[in-house]
């Protein structure tokens, strides 16, 4: 099976731009979380979705949110991009919503200049 | 919410020696601990995870320990080589949904 995609690898934007990067799940799987990785913070959970409906929220402010289509790629979505934002963000796939093993996706570096 | 701390933040070890890193976690709740190894530049990869029914998990060259009183779960790793050099993540998550809660990462370096 295919592994996680996301795209694209790389984006350079500047404050107060917004951005809208994709994940595509591993076949068959119907969970998608999004992680925002950063050298200080590490691994923080952004949203989950399942269903096309989200199941659950990190504390992170309204500017950041995301969706799900039907075929399970999911999109997330910044605003107003600030400098705090750069990061590399990652999405995971499960196949269920219980605790299940994720699956990273390569990642989407994010510089926000 | 749940926390989860890693320990030590970084490892060095010779090669051939054991490496354990130990994690612990606030939320009595938690039934999940997955292991992520991160190879610099790439994704994180699952090493091994364990739930709370059992209270060790071995694979090849790696286990997993869980002590659900006190709260902490631990990575070992025997037999060390170079390639085992990465970041390593504990994360704790609670049954009924898939949010993890991840540590800070520890970065483990393997001396030829």
């Known amino acids: 099976k295919a592994g996680v995609t996301q795209t694209p690898r790389y984006l350079i934007k500047t404050r107060g731009q917004q951005v809208t990067l994709s994940c595509s799940p591993i076949?068959?799987?119907?969970?998608v979380s999004w992680y925002q990785q950063t050298p200080g913070q590490g691994l923080q959970f952004l949203f989950e979705?399942?269903?096309?409906?989200?199941?659950n929220k990190g504390n992170f402010p309204g500017r950041f949110s995301g969706r799900q289509f039907s075929n399970s790629r999911s999109e997330m979505n910044v605003s107003t991009l600030e400098l705090g934002d750069s990061a590399l963000y990652l999405c995971a796939s499960s196949f269920r919503i219980e605790t299940d093993t994720q699956y990273f996706g390569p990642g989407t570096r994010l510089t926000v200049l | 919410g749940e926390n989860v701390e890693q320990h030590p933040s970084t490892l060095s070890v010779q090669e051939g020696d054991s490496a354990v890193i130990k994690c612990t976690y606030s939320d009595s709740a938690s039934n999940y601990f997955p292991w992520y190894k991160q190879e610099l530049g790439k994704r994180p990869q699952l090493i091994i995870d364990i739930r709370s029914n059992v209270g060790e998990k071995k694979d090849q060259r790696i286990a997993v320990t869980l002590n659900k009183t006190a709260k902490h779960f631990s990575l070992h790793i025997t037999e060390t080589q170079p390639e085992d050099s990465a970041v390593y993540f504990c994360?704790?998550?609670?049954?009924?949904?898939?949010?993890?809660?991840f540590g800070k990462g520890i970065t483990l370096s393997v001396r030829p």
């Open positions: 979705y399942f269903s096309e409906t989200q199941r």
């Open positions: 994360a704790a998550g609670t049954g009924a949904n898939s949010k993890l809660t």
């Open positions: 076949s068959g799987h119907r969970s």
